[in-house]
């Protein structure tokens, strides 16, 4: 026989109460104004999930302040949180490195098939120094490699499946000629590089020309 208690027992709204709760807690706890360690608890959750430089790091912590204020003390006072000395401490320890993040995302773009002026407009958003972008700006050989990789992947000049016939209009010849070096160009690819690739009648002749590059790059270093 079933009770009367079990019969009208709100089983059914007990664990929504429950998980309300803790629900609120975490709102609260993430929308609360900072103080030294919160803000520092943001600033090592950044650097753990994203490879950033000392100006986004700073930046972003800049805009949390904004958004979420800043606690009072003990004594009911507002104290100023040191941001720039925050992003110094995580320097010295290991956790920013403005010429690492330099170094990868150049790779990265060019592997992506972005040339380098593309490259330095991303190191110099990312507050990326001078002289680190210069460091890290993609050489001659990776510059042309970078511009082969984005003509095979939108099948320009030579990569293109289909040889324009010989009674090709040349209005629409000159119009896909003028459309693939606008595209290179948005890419960050020198014109030279650009028109070395879409003059060439084979496609071997391009990889010649990165090797031809690359093995120049590899005597100076010695290799």
Same mark, same amino acid.
Request: glycine share 6%.
């Given at each position: ?10 089983? #059914? ?20 104004? =900072? ?21 986004? =790091? ?21 104290? %100023?949180?040191?941001?720039? #000395? =925050? ?9 920013? @490195? ?9 790779? !990265? =773009?060019?592997?992506? #098939? ?15 120094? %001078? ?29 293109? *499946?289909?040889?324009?016939? !010989? !009674? ?20 960050? *690819?020198?014109?030279? *590089? ?20 690359? @093995? ?8």
């Amino acid at each position: 026989m079933v009770s009367d208690e079990s019969k009208t027992s709100p089983i #059914g709204s007990a664990k929504p109460a429950r998980k309300d709760r803790p629900k609120r807690a975490r709102k609260s706890k993430k929308n609360a104004p =900072l103080d030294e360690t919160s803000l520092r608890d943001l600033a090592l959750a950044y650097v753990a999930r994203f490879a950033t430089t000392a100006a986004k =790091l700073e930046g972003y912590l800049a805009r949390k302040l904004r958004e979420r204020g800043v606690a009072e003390d003990a004594d009911g006072r507002v104290r %100023e949180l040191d941001v720039a #000395g =925050l992003v110094s401490r995580l320097i010295e320890l290991g956790y920013v @490195d403005d010429d690492a993040y330099a170094r990868s995302r150049s790779r !990265d =773009l060019t592997q992506r #098939g972005y040339g380098k002026r593309r490259v330095e407009q991303a190191l110099w958003a990312a507050g990326v120094e %001078e002289q680190a972008r210069s460091d890290h700006a993609p050489s001659e050989g990776a510059g042309r490699r970078a511009a082969m990789l984005l003509a095979k992947k939108r099948r320009f000049g030579p990569f293109a *499946h289909a040889d324009p016939t !010989d !009674d090709e209009d040349r209005e629409a010849a000159r119009k896909r000629r003028e459309k693939q070096t606008a595209a290179m160009l948005r890419a960050g *690819h020198i014109f030279d *590089h650009i028109r070395f690739i879409l003059e060439a009648t084979e496609p071997e002749a391009i990889e010649d020309w990165v090797i031809e590059a690359e @093995d120049d790059e590899d005597e100076r270093d010695g290799w």
